[in-house]
């Protein structure tokens, strides 16, 4: 059987991590989110560290087995390095929490931009504004 590769021209894509989500999750790593890979994360890999296809779009993978992405990084310190974790929006709302981002800040930044696609990348815009004010101080 042969695996068919996602078509965004004629298929609804199955996770909502465009190229604008996984820039937005690379500046939430380098203002200090932290991640712990286990599995149930999605990961980009920008660096196209891993070598099989993934059945996601942009070089998407889902943590399905650590054991095998131990095998493929060596150590989870690698693993964290290499990849870029991108929160799903439970996660996202989640650390919105552990930030103190207000149900009405999040509601405020949808608001602005009512398109459904957009509602992770909103929410990963705040927790970004929430980072940046933490090195700040």
């Not at 078509?7 to 937005?24: G, R, S, T």
């Not at 131990?70 to 929006?89: C, D, Q, R, Y």
Request: aromatic content about 10%.
């Amino acid at each position: 059987m042969s695996c068919m590769k996602f078509d965004p021209e004629k298929e609804i894509a199955p996770i909502p991590f465009n190229q604008e989500a996984c820039q937005l999750a690379l500046e939430m790593k380098r203002l200090g989110l932290v991640w712990r890979p286990h599995v149930g994360c999605f990961a980009w890999d920008p660096d196209n560290c891993i070598k099989q296809a993934s059945p996601f779009p942009n070089r998407i993978y889902f943590v399905l087995s650590m054991p095998r992405f131990l095998g493929i990084f060596g150590s989870t310190i690698n693993m964290i390095e290499k990849l870029v974790w991108l929160p799903t929006w439970h996660q996202a709302r989640s650390i919105c929490r552990q930030l103190e981002i207000t149900d009405d800040v999040i509601f405020n930044r949808l608001q602005q931009d009512l398109l459904l696609d957009d509602d992770l990348k909103n929410i990963y815009e705040c927790i970004c504004s929430a980072l940046k004010k933490r090195t700040i101080k």
